[in-house]
T-cell receptor, first 114, second 110 residues
Framework: DTEVTQTPKHLVMGMTNKKSLKCEQHMGHRAMYWYKQKAKKPPELMFVYSYEKLSINESVPSRFSPECPNSSLLNLHLHALQPEDSALYLC?????????????FGPGTRLTVL | GQQVMQIPQYQHVQEGEDFTTYCNSSTTLSNIQWYKQRPGGHPVFLIQLVKSGEVKKQKRLTFQFGEAKKNSSLHITATQTTDVGTYFCAGSNSGYALNFGKGTSLLVTP
């Protein structure tokens, strides 16, 4: 299984809502990533987990809260988002952390904040 | 943080023409990766370059890493409509995290 899955595919939420994005991989990868991608822009790194511990937080606002319950799962909890947070949220995994490992991306969750 | 500059932003070619996208960094890179993202899709890994002056080929795609490890290029020979998408380079100067270039969007008309 060489796939990263993400749910939901689409999400519309109000600024007062609380929602979660989910990501799963069964490749035995020990590093997992959250990226944010705006239209016609590159993926922008948000968080990196390595061996289930948060290793990189790219100064992301606290309204985004990551969680790694186990080595296969990665969540992104959303609360009090702003309309400018609307974007495609991509999850990725790699065998290990660091820049030398190929990253496998999921299909993304397209988030709209009203 | 370290920035990876990528040009051109867009390229429109006729099917059969060649295509090249370039990435440049002001600092020496430990490694560089290339990804392709089809319209409506997600980035897919193409290749990684690590050594100075490295050249790798995948069918019609040729990837180069500069001698100083500050620049890289992706060249596609005789483009096909299946080559349509955005090509991103992603480099690191620390071996710690990748920084994506802004991407080159390739449009191929038959």
């Amino acid at each position: 299984d060489t796939e990263v899955t993400q749910t939901p595919k689409h999400l519309v939420m109000g600024m007062t809502n609380k929602k979660s994005l989910k990501c799963e991989q069964h490749m035995g990868h020990r590093a997992m990533y959250w990226y944010k991608q705006k239209a016609k822009k590159p993926p922008e790194l948000m968080f990196v987990y390595s061996y289930e511990k948060l290793s990189i937080n790219e100064s992301v606002p606290s309204r985004f809260s990551p969680e790694c319950p186990n080595s296969s799962l990665l969540n992104l909890h959303l609360h009090a988002l702003q309309p400018e947070d609307s974007a495609l949220y991509l999850c990725a995994s790699s065998q290990f952390g660091g820049s030398y490992n190929e990253q496998f991306f999921g299909p993304g969750t397209r988030l709209t904040v009203l | 943080g370290q920035q990876v500059m990528q040009i051109p932003q867009y390229q429109h070619v006729q099917e059969g023409e060649d295509f090249t996208t370039y990435c440049n960094s002001s600092t020496t890179l430990s490694n560089i990766q290339w990804y392709k993202q089809r319209p409506g899709g997600h980035p897919v890994f193409l290749i990684q370059l690590v050594k100075s002056g490295e050249v790798k080929k995948q069918k019609r795609l040729t990837f180069q890493f500069g001698e100083a490890k500050k620049n890289s290029s992706l060249h596609i020979t005789a483009t096909q409509t299946t080559d349509v998408g955005t090509y991103f380079c992603a480099g690191s100067n620390s071996g710690y995290a990748l920084n994506f270039g802004k991407g080159t969007s390739l449009l191929v008309t038959p």
